[in-house]
């Protein structure tokens, strides 16, 4: 991958990398990695902002599966499936205006290691 790289944003669960030569975002969140071209890029954050969490999960409220969100990737047979949580974050982490994350346990979601000397 290219050496330089801008953080556009992050969370507790996923970042957002810029690579300036390349011209290429790179998402991370959870366990999933994407690279995206600009055009691409945009059009996910397009059709992530216009999901509604509420209305999908109850589409799919009697889904065998705990997610109840999926998310087509394009042309691939893969489908990323989120929960309300999930999507809200990733909605936060497509966001480019100067807000906070709030967390929802910080206990869990700050992962820390204390040493004792």
Request: charged content about 25%; proline content about 5%; glycine content about 2%.
């Given at each position: 991958?290219?050496?330089?790289?801008?953080?556009?944003n992050s969370?507790?669960?996923?970042?957002?990398?810029?690579?300036?030569?390349?011209?290429?975002?790179?998402?991370?969140?959870?366990?999933?990695?994407?690279?995206?071209?600009?055009?691409?890029?945009?059009?996910?954050?397009?059709?992530?902002?216009?999901?509604?969490?509420?209305?999908?999960?109850?589409?799919?409220?009697?889904?065998?599966?705990?997610?109840?969100?999926?998310?087509?990737?394009?042309?691939?047979?893969?489908?990323?499936?989120?929960?309300?949580?999930?999507?809200?974050?990733?909605?936060?982490?497509?966001?480019?205006?100067?807000?906070?994350?709030?967390?929802?346990?910080?206990?869990?979601?700050?992962?820390?290691?204390?040493?004792?000397n």
């Open positions: 991958m290219c050496p330089n790289f801008k953080i556009l969370t507790p669960n996923g970042i957002i990398y810029w690579f300036e030569s390349c011209e290429m975002a790179r998402v991370i969140f959870n366990n999933l990695c994407f690279d995206f071209y600009p055009e691409e890029y945009n059009a996910f954050l397009e059709y992530i902002a216009d999901l509604d969490g509420d209305q999908i999960e109850k589409k799919y409220e009697n889904s065998v599966h705990k997610r109840k969100i999926p998310i087509p990737m394009g042309d691939s047979c893969m489908t990323i499936i989120l929960n309300k949580e999930e999507l809200l974050e990733l909605k936060f982490l497509f966001n480019n205006k100067e807000e906070y994350y709030v967390l929802k346990n910080p206990k869990e979601e700050i992962n820390y290691q204390m040493n004792l």
